[in-house]
């Protein structure tokens, strides 16, 4: 080998050192780590927050772990006592506790800084949400808190380590943005159409509906249908005309609650009312009347959100039953009946508040 090719290798293994060097101190550096802490007893919506939150944690580069620790009535002293080794023995960057609150479906977001001493609570609130989702809403707003307290407090993860990848249903989560107050009141306006079994159809019936919101899927509302065309039966000496209205109080329950497409079923009970326009040929005498009768009412239908959370486009179909059935009668003949059942179809524009 000559002089000139061994002092090319040697300035290329140097290359090769010095570029390595680097590389492998940058991968035996340790990742950030942060720990979360569940205080005893804290309820599941507490407990799968904070796993939403460490897969958070992991995708972004720091090491997570999940401790359960006691946590008495002055948190801040509680998680100040514990040592920087909590849990796996390395010291921890940082400490987060979320702690349920007394008023439900609200936490307090606790960070403290192990290196700076400096310490960041937050409030985080899902007033008026389904209790199957409080986690789910409680974690989405907690991550976007918990970025602000690190940008806050400094601390960042290792620049050079890449992001563990997450979950799927992690990374829809972490990077859904955060949901706009639904609506609690909502008041809906449209039309609809009356076909009883074996009586008249009412091609055009005014709706009108106040709902109330109980939670994210539960409802209850009042809803009329009336004031519209009336629907003819006819008989061998005189016809009549017949009008049908509605009202009920119906418990409602919505799915797919923020897609574009939402299925609904509705489950009422409240009155059929009939009136009946009597039309006879002479020499008889005309007997018209209005009839009340107890309804109970099926419905299925679909919403179509036209402003997340504001205005929704409504179709649905019901079926309605009455006891006793009002009947129409000709000289003691059944000529036509209502109620038994009466299929209704409406659609209504919502606007809620």
Known sequence: MTLRALAGAVSLLITLVARTIPALAAAAAPLPRVVLVRSSGAPASVSEALVRLRGEL????????????????????????QSPQTGTGRSATALVAVVASGEP?????????????KTVIRRVNAPGVDPARVAEILAVRAVELLRASFLELAITPAADTAPVPAAPAVQRWATAPLEERDWTWALEAGGGTAVAVGGPWNAFLAVARVERALGLRTCVRLAFAGLGTTGRVNATNGSGDVSQTVMLAELLVRFRRG??????????????????????????????GVRWAVAGDLGLGVRVPLRRHRFELDAEAHVLLAQPFPTVEYFGNEIARTGHPTVLGTVTFLGGI
Do not use: C, K, M
């Not at 972004?60 to 100040?80: C, N, T």
């Not at 009939?274 to 002479?282: C, G, I, K, M, S």
């Open 105 to 117: 479906g609200t936490v307090e977001l606790w960070v403290i800084d192990r290196v700076t001493g």
């Open 259 to 288: 897609h574009r497409l939402e299925p609904l079923i509705s489950l009422g009970a409240g009155a059929l009312r009939v009136n009946v326009d009597a039309q006879e040929l002479t020499p008889y005498q005309p007997i018209g």
């Open 58 to 81: 992991v995708a972004a580069g720091f090491e997570a772990d999940v401790i359960d620790l006691p946590l008495g009535a002055d948190v801040r002293a509680s998680l100040e006592r």
